[in-house]
């Protein structure tokens, strides 16, 4: 558990450099194209060197690389843990006497995970990848993005309770698609994001929204799950052979 709170604080951080330094470079993209077309001038060496001056420089590399680092960090270790059936890991628990933990107070502490950590957990997620994917685009609707995002871990948490396999390739390959189709036609306007600030605690609301679904669609998924696995453990029992006692 502790894990998963670092990770939404570190990607936050680790992901501005990265937007900041590209942001810098979407202004002069198109001047450069023009100076590299012109190949009219005597000395190349010069002209490169002035190229270079005005364009991206090798320092700008480092922010970049983090950014999407840090980002496809943040996407891996998630997907290893939300297309899991089980979130949370059930461990057994002693008390001070060296008891193991009552199962109704396991019961409780089971509801207790899946009511108020889980929905914080994919609340998380939501809005570091949704505000990640709108400042490297700010051309997409916010109401496309969060409907894509809660797409993606909806799509996610039902795979978990059928194959977390393909679960964790949803994971990690949709938003790992969706970046760098994004990174090949970016729409960076800090100004737009800067104009749209005030939207920001409305999109939180919404986004808490699709955080209910997921946790009523959570809680029929594992619902269905006992159900299902409860009738094949019966009827295993049922044809199993009688051995002699």
Same mark, same amino acid.
């Given at each position: 558990?502790?894990?998963?709170?670092?990770?939404?604080?570190?990607?936050?951080?680790?992901?501005? /450099?990265? *937007?900041?330094?590209?942001?810098?470079?979407?202004? %002069?993209?198109?001047? @450069? #194209? +023009?100076?590299?077309?012109?190949?009219?001038?005597?000395?190349?060496?010069?002209?490169?060197?002035?190229?270079?001056?005005?364009?991206?420089?090798?320092?700008?590399?480092?922010?970049?690389?983090? /950014?999407? *680092?840090?980002?496809?960090?943040?996407?891996?270790? %998630?997907?290893?843990? @939300? #297309? +899991?059936?089980?979130?949370?890991?059930?461990?057994?628990?002693?008390?001070?006497?060296?008891?193991?933990?009552?199962?109704?107070?396991?019961?409780?502490?089971?509801?207790?995970?899946?009511?108020?950590?889980?929905?914080?957990?994919?609340?998380?997620?939501?809005?570091?990848?949704?505000?990640?994917?709108?400042?490297?685009?700010?051309?997409?609707?916010?109401?496309?993005?969060?409907?894509?995002?809660?797409?993606?871990?909806?799509?996610?948490?039902?795979?978990?309770?059928?194959?977390?396999?393909?679960?964790?390739?949803?994971?990690?390959?949709?938003?790992?698609?969706?970046?760098?189709?994004?990174?090949?036609?970016?729409?960076?306007?800090?100004?737009?994001?800067?104009?749209?600030?005030?939207?920001?605690?409305?999109?939180?609301?919404?986004?808490?929204?699709?955080?209910?679904?997921?946790?009523?669609?959570?809680?029929?998924?594992?619902?269905?799950?006992?159900?299902?696995?409860?009738?094949?453990?019966?009827?295993?029992?049922?044809?199993?052979?009688?051995?002699?006692?």
């Amino acid at each position: 558990m502790n894990k998963i709170p670092i990770l939404f604080i570190l990607s936050f951080f680790i992901t501005s /450099g990265f *937007l900041v330094v590209y942001g810098q470079q979407n202004g %002069t993209e198109d001047k @450069l #194209s +023009k100076d590299l077309n012109n190949t009219s001038q005597p000395n190349l060496f010069e002209q490169a060197i002035s190229n270079y001056e005005k364009g991206v420089k090798f320092k700008d590399v480092i922010p970049v690389a983090i /950014g999407i *680092l840090g980002f496809s960090y943040f996407i891996w270790k %998630t997907s290893q843990i @939300l #297309s +899991k059936r089980e979130v949370f890991l059930n461990k057994n628990r002693y008390s001070a006497e060296g008891k193991k933990t009552s199962l109704r107070r396991k019961r409780i502490v089971y509801i207790v995970k899946y009511v108020v950590f889980f929905p914080i957990v994919v609340y998380g997620w939501i809005v570091v990848c949704f505000f990640f994917m709108y400042a490297l685009n700010t051309s997409l609707g916010f109401g496309t993005l969060g409907l894509i995002m809660a797409g993606i871990i909806t799509a996610t948490r039902i795979a978990a309770h059928w194959n977390e396999k393909l679960a964790e390739d949803i994971m990690k390959f949709l938003p790992f698609n969706l970046l760098f189709t994004l990174l090949f036609n970016p729409v960076l306007d800090f100004q737009t994001i800067a104009n749209a600030a005030e939207q920001f605690p409305l999109i939180m609301v919404q986004l808490a929204i699709f955080i209910v679904f997921v946790s009523l669609l959570e809680g029929i998924l594992k619902l269905i799950y006992f159900v299902v696995n409860k009738s094949h453990r019966t009827s295993n029992d049922l044809n199993s052979p009688i051995t002699k006692t």
